[in-house]
């Protein structure tokens, strides 16, 4: 299990613990932590509605794809540090991370 921080639209934030050996991605356990992630086209990079900015912990997030890249910088507010919550894949590398949601959220 892996442990990191999730800041809500509102600031609020709270520990999440997810499984870092079942492939999940960070998109699938906000949806299951019951976060307002509409993820539309269902993990494919496509909608950028799991859009999160990771506060801490970039460096072990890997790096962004480059259909990633277009989908990030095609939104009107992007962030250096900004990721789509589908194509993070949950590993030990999340440990301690700092996640803020930044996707639309209704
Ligand atoms: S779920 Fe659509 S881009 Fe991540």
New binding site residues.
């Given amino acids: 299990m892996v442990t990191f921080t999730v800041e809500d639209h509102a600031g609020n934030r709270q520990p999440i613990e997810a499984p870092d050996d079942m492939g999940l991605s960070l998109?699938e356990i906000l949806k299951a932590s019951e976060y307002p992630v509409l993820?539309?086209?269902?993990?494919?990079?496509?909608?950028?509605?799991?859009h999160v900015e990771v506060l801490e912990g970039k460096d072990g997030l890997g790096d962004a794809t480059d259909v990633e890249l277009d989908?990030l910088e095609a939104l009107p507010e992007y962030y250096p540090t900004s990721r789509?919550?589908?194509?993070v894949r949950i590993s030990d590398e999340l440990e301690g991370a700092v996640i803020k949601l930044r996707g639309e959220d209704n």
């Fill in positions: 998109m993820a539309t086209c269902g993990g494919m990079a496509l909608c950028a509605t799991c989908q789509l919550a589908c194509q």
